[in-house]
């Protein structure tokens, strides 16, 4: 499940990198970063609630420096 979930996100950023939309880069680590990233919210809801931070305030914020990151 991870490694296809890894492929996946390596894809988009490859594909996207070709389209000229995100910067060339090492995509197979940036994707594992970005797995890492959804995993903190799943692993740690708890946090997360108690700093009144809630699923899509967090998806909003990951998406954004995903996109800083990424994006040409």
């Known amino acids: 499940m991870e490694d296809h979930t890894q492929k996946m ?5 490859v ?4 389209q ?3 910067k ?7 994707a594992s970063i970005i797995k890492a990233m959804q995993q903190e ?8 609630k108690k700093l009144k931070v809630s699923v899509d305030q967090f998806a909003d914020h990951m998406v954004g420096m995903v996109e800083a990151f990424c994006r040409v």
């Open 15 to 18: 594909s996207g990198e070709k």
């Open 41 to 48: 919210w799943y692993l740690k809801q708890w946090k997360y």
């Open 20 to 22: 000229g939309v995100f």
């Open 24 to 30: 060339p880069g090492n995509h197979r680590l940036t």
């Open 9 to 13: 996100l390596t894809d988009i950023l």
